[in-house]
């Protein structure tokens, strides 16, 4: 049904799925049963999402979210306003 794309995490695999249900047009079971696996699979991501944008925190244990904590910078380092500068400081990208 899908490329061999196993290592195909979080928001990329959110991505193939939702991909796929415009290839299944003309197939409404299959496509219903894509949907139903995309909805599915985005829970976890999307509470993760929730979290950060919320509480600006990760809770991300499977390592499936686009960004990361970014360990190395202490508190004490970040900027005091929230500007670009800061935001770059304490998220990394993960892809």
């Known amino acids: 049904m899908f490329c061999n794309q196993?290592?195909?995490?979080?928001?990329?695999?959110?991505?193939?799925?939702?991909?796929?249900?415009?290839?299944?047009?003309?197939?409404?079971?299959?496509?219903?049963?894509?949907?139903?696996l995309t909805q599915l699979a985005a829970v976890p991501y999307m509470e993760i999402l929730q979290l950060w944008v919320q509480k600006g925190v990760i809770c991300d244990p499977q390592q499936e979210f686009l960004v990361e904590d970014n360990e190395v910078i202490r508190r004490e380092e970040l900027p005091e306003h929230y500007s670009a500068d800061y935001w770059e400081k304490l998220y990394q990208d993960v892809i």
């Open 6 to 36: 196993n290592e195909l995490r979080g928001g990329q695999a959110l991505t193939l799925l939702f991909n796929k249900i415009s290839t299944l047009t003309g197939d409404e079971e299959s496509q219903k049963f894509v949907i139903q």
